[in-house]
């Protein structure tokens, strides 16, 4: 089982970047699905996540600029994150829950390589 994070980079305050997190060895249509951050020094935090049903959860701090999606035919995980501010620099990871229910308390039980975003103002 393994799940794969990618899309990080540089980019500038206010531009766009799509994350994509692949999954392989198993399905995970049948999981909640997240995302997280980690900032230097600081501890990993949730950022979105997106339950079997489609109910999506968001961070406070995402204020409507993110969104989380999935396909699951593909066994793809995704975060577009528009209007980007130096303070969400951070590695994201994405993760596979538990069970269908995904959100900022749930036990996520995979957790895949994480990708750097670096945003600059």
């Known amino acids: 089982v393994q799940l794969q994070a990618s899309g990080g980079g540089l980019v500038q305050a206010g531009d766009s970047l799509r994350l994509s997190c692949a999954a392989s060895?198993?399905?995970?249509?049948?999981?909640?699905m997240g995302w997280f951050r980690q900032a230097p020094g600081k501890e990993r935090e949730f950022v979105a996540a997106?339950?079997?049903?489609?109910?999506?959860y968001y961070a406070d701090f995402v204020n409507g600029r993110f969104t989380v999606s999935r396909d699951n035919a593909k066994n793809m995980l995704y975060l577009q994150m528009n209007s980007l501010k130096p303070e969400d620099t951070a590695v994201y990871y994405c993760?596979?829950?538990?069970?269908?229910?995904?959100?900022?308390?749930?036990?996520?039980?995979?957790w895949g390589q994480g990708t750097l975003v670096t945003v600059s103002s």
């Open positions: 993760a596979a829950a538990l069970g269908l229910v995904a959100g900022p308390q749930t036990r996520y039980i995979h």
């Open positions: 060895g198993r399905t995970f249509s049948r999981n909640g």
């Open positions: 997106r339950s079997w049903s489609g109910s999506t």
